[in-house]
């Protein structure tokens, strides 16, 4: 959870000054007397009773000596006067920043819990960016603009930017909450091989026997439910040097697509640059890293010399296809799920009943 608890926020502030010159009438003091007394100048005592000078650590210790009130409590105040200045400059800038935080899916974040609710559109804003874990509009900017990404749009959709952006975000902060050894190549090349010979079982098992299998290898593994408007099947990224995070979105709610997606964002690690993000679900922007990613999930799912014999023999019944399955030793709707990629089957066909449906928990898929 990104939401800032606890906050005080008074929408008013009393500048120092105000009190010096409660202080002098009391006394009957003039300001004169009190800055020779300070052995300061009477101008600069002027330009702190009118807010023009603020009191410096120096000037604290001296009003201490000569008007008996701590230090600290004219620090005090002189800090919180300077801060609600500042809120009030930032509020007036998160004002004119509205059709920013527009963009966002807002509404969804606040449902899930991430943020909370705000009627003003400068507090959004500021919400928005505390979210995001940024100071401004143009850090969050930046940010995004030195993201380098390798993508591939999808046929019949394409993924809106903010809430692209939003549903990656989502992603670092569930990674935040998951603590795994530094990135071990060959213990995640084993973590895999246990992982596809577990996919023909229950899927919510499988998929946190997977989380813990790529924790203990050193890969962040999450599941985030796609923000409206996004269309990935799943990200592969380097939070670190050594720390990867793959992000899948099990948006398509079938266990062929969400093994193949999981696999496909592992070959990204295994193989590609620790620069990019990598992301997965679109299909008229095919990157060579892309096809890479695709065809080493493809033979490391089903070897390539068992899925030639296979398709030597098309008899693709129920029974067939299961029985293949079987002997690979994973899930049925792996096997449909490739047949209909390589254009075999219509994706509309009687075998996707061999494929296990997913559904959402609220956040959490099972």
């Not at 098992?205 to 989380?211: F, G, Q, R």
């Not at 390589?342 to 061999?354: A, D, F, I, R, Y």
Request: glycine share 6%; proline share 4%; charged share 25%.
């Amino acid at each position: 959870m990104s939401t800032i608890a606890n906050q005080y926020r008074p929408d008013y502030a009393v500048p120092p000054g105000w009190l010096l010159a409660e202080r002098l009438e009391i006394w009957d003091m003039s300001q004169a007397e009190f800055a020779r007394r300070c052995g300061r100048s009477p101008k600069l005592i002027s330009q702190i009773i009118a807010g023009e000078a603020p009191i410096e650590p120096a000037t604290a210790l001296q009003f201490e000596k000569v008007s008996g009130l701590d230090a600290t409590v004219w620090l005090g105040i002189e800090s919180a006067f300077q801060l609600h200045r500042v809120r009030e400059m930032e509020r007036q800038r998160n004002a004119e920043r509205a059709e920013w935080a527009k963009q966002f899916p807002i509404a969804e974040l606040v449902r899930r819990g991430y943020i909370r609710s705000s009627e003003s559109w400068e507090e959004k804003v500021s919400i928005l960016l505390a979210f995001f874990g940024v100071a401004s509009v143009e850090a969050w900017q930046q940010k995004q603009s030195s993201i380098s990404v390798a993508y591939r749009h999808s046929t019949a959709f394409s993924s809106n930017e903010a809430a692209l952006a939003t549903w990656l975000r989502l992603g670092e902060i569930s990674a935040k909450e998951v603590e795994c050894s530094d990135y071990n190549e060959s213990s995640f090349r084993y973590a895999l091989k246990t992982i596809r010979g577990m996919t023909a079982a229950q899927t919510r098992i499988t998929v946190s026997e997977a989380t813990s299998l790529c924790q203990e290898s050193g890969v962040v593994l999450v599941i985030v439910k796609p923000m409206p408007g996004t269309a990935l099947s799943g990200i592969a990224r380097w939070l670190t040097p050594r720390r990867p995070l793959i992000q899948l979105s099990a948006r398509h709610l079938s266990d062929d697509q969400l093994w193949f997606s999981f696999f496909h964002e592992a070959a990204h690690i295994l193989l590609h640059s620790k620069k990019d993000i990598f992301l997965h679900g679109q299909k008229d922007k095919i990157t060579i890293c892309d096809q890479e990613a695709d065809q080493w999930a493809s033979d490391f799912l089903i070897p390539r010399s068992d899925w030639e014999e296979f398709l030597g023999t098309p008899n693709y019944s129920n029974s067939n296809v299961t029985t293949f399955a079987e002997r690979q030793g994973i899930a049925p709707g792996i096997v449909v799920g490739r047949l209909q990629h390589e254009n075999v089957l219509p994706w509309k066909s009687p075998l996707n009943g061999l494929k296990k449906k997913l559904r959402w928990s609220g956040a959490k898929q099972e």
